[in-house]
């Protein structure tokens, strides 16, 4: 992800009370910040090794940039456990992670994605539902999987796949909600990053 798209996400999440953070599974030294990254790295195969560790940098640079200090970030099951006070949200394709931080004090949900290849349009199947196909005249299948995957992270509520969730344009972003309680719902702004897509949630819709 080139620099000059690291800036302009930086500033469109300041902009949400949020601080970004990138990191690449191929900076040198990349080892645990502690024994929960450690223990929860020890098990993974090479590649996901590296990429699991470059998701808790991406983090800690997140939290650092809305003024939080943190090291080790282990986990409990799949979801990380971060310092009383402070939550990021992860996310990673090709080689590069990505976290989002709220700043202290604020009540907001937290959910980011990128996604670096794009998919092709036969994925849709998977993504949406048929009173949702209307929105690939404007938005592409990658974008609308970005989305979802953003929001899912945001919604205690999310269960089964992506189609559980229903998108609605809203101001130049999206709207999406649970299906099973469509009162539970974030609105999410999707930005391409070369050929790829960064959504992140701005906030309750």
């Known amino acids: 992800m080139a620099g000059s798209d690291t800036a302009v996400l ?3 999440v300041a902009a949400a009370g949020l601080g970004l953070g990138v990191a690449a599974v191929s900076e040198p030294c990349a080892e645990p910040a502690g024994p ?3 223990a929860a790295a020890a098990s993974m195969p090479s590649w996901r090794r590296l990429e699991f560790l470059a ?3 991406a983090a800690r640079r997140a939290l650092r940039a809305v ?5 080790d970030i282990p986990r409990v099951g799949r979801l990380p456990v971060f310092p009383p006070g402070s939550a990021a949200s992860i996310s990673h394709s090709a080689g590069i992670a990505v976290a989002v931080a709220r700043a202290p004090g ?3 949900p937290l959910g980011c994605d990128l996604e ?4 092709p349009r036969e994925a849709a199947r998977l993504v949406l539902r048929a009173d949702e196909e209307g929105l690939l005249a404007a938005w592409s299948v990658t974008e609308l999987f970005s ?3 953003a929001a899912w992270k945001a919604l205690p509520g999310a269960q089964g796949s992506l189609r559980e969730l229903g998108a609605a344009p809203c101001g130049g972003g999206l709207r999406i909600h ?3 309680d469509p009162a539970q719902a974030v609105a999410v702004r999707v930005v391409r990053v070369g050929t790829g897509v960064f959504s992140h949630v701005v906030g309750r819709a």
């Open 10 to 12: 930086r500033s469109l």
């Open 36 to 38: 929960g990254e450690a």
């Open 55 to 57: 998701g808790r940098r």
């Open 67 to 71: 003024g939080l200090d943190c090291g």
């Open 106 to 108: 604020r009540d907001q």
């Open 116 to 119: 670096l290849r794009p998919l």
């Open 147 to 149: 989305a979802k995957e």
């Open 178 to 180: 649970l299906r099973a």
